[in-house]
């Protein structure tokens, strides 16, 4: 456990330095700064390790591919903040299983598949209270992205097929043995 505090805290002590060069400064990047440590002390349990490894990768992917920023105000900050985070998304798990020797268990895609559609349970009715779209479950976003297809809800149905197929894909390719 002593080498994830060291990791924490010098990560911690880097990010919040006061550096002009550095990229990521300022209140509205807490968050952001933070998401490392903090997601690699959450993910000492294996559980947590396989959800963010499945639903990060896959979801960074998907965002990298076909990005939607809702927030573009002009400048360069929302592409760069956007594309940093997403791809520290991505990056971040494939660390954890390379570097940190995290395991994915039998069937970890289809555990992932139910805690999915668990989380998905709980966004819709919380879109509905909020007003809001997280997870796309509310309306189609608004990009042109090749896996949506139809309108509401069946691009919900068909994406429900893909996340299967990809997380089960993603499992194969991640524990197959190297030659």
């Known amino acids: 456990m002593g080498y994830l505090s060291d990791i924490f805290f010098n990560f911690f002590a880097y990010s919040t330095a006061s550096s002009k060069s550095c990229i990521l400064q300022?209140?509205?990047?807490?968050i952001i700064r933070l998401s490392f440590p903090i997601s690699i002390l959450f993910a000492v349990f294996n559980r947590l390790f396989e959800f963010l490894f499945y639903a990060g990768i896959l979801g960074a992917i998907q965002a990298l591919l076909t990005p939607q920023i809702n927030n573009f105000d002009g400048s360069n900050y929302e592409y760069l903040e956007y594309y940093i985070s997403h791809t520290g998304i991505l990056i971040l798990p494939i660390y954890m299983f390379k570097n940190l020797h995290y395991a994915l268990t039998k069937f970890s895609w289809l555990k992932v598949v139910v805690y999915l559609n668990i989380l998905l349970l709980i966004v819709m009715p919380l879109n509905y209270v909020l007003d809001s779209n997280y997870m796309y479950l509310a309306s189609k976003p608004h990009v042109s992205n090749p896996l949506v297809i139809g309108e509401w809800p069946y691009y919900?149905?068909?994406w429900e097929i893909i996340?299967?197929?990809f997380t089960y894909i993603l499992y194969i390719i991640s524990t197959r043995k190297m030659l």
Do not use: E, L, N
Not at 26 to 30: F, L
């Open 26 to 30: 300022g209140p509205d990047t807490a």
């Open 156 to 158: 919900i149905i068909f």
């Open 163 to 165: 996340v299967v197929a």
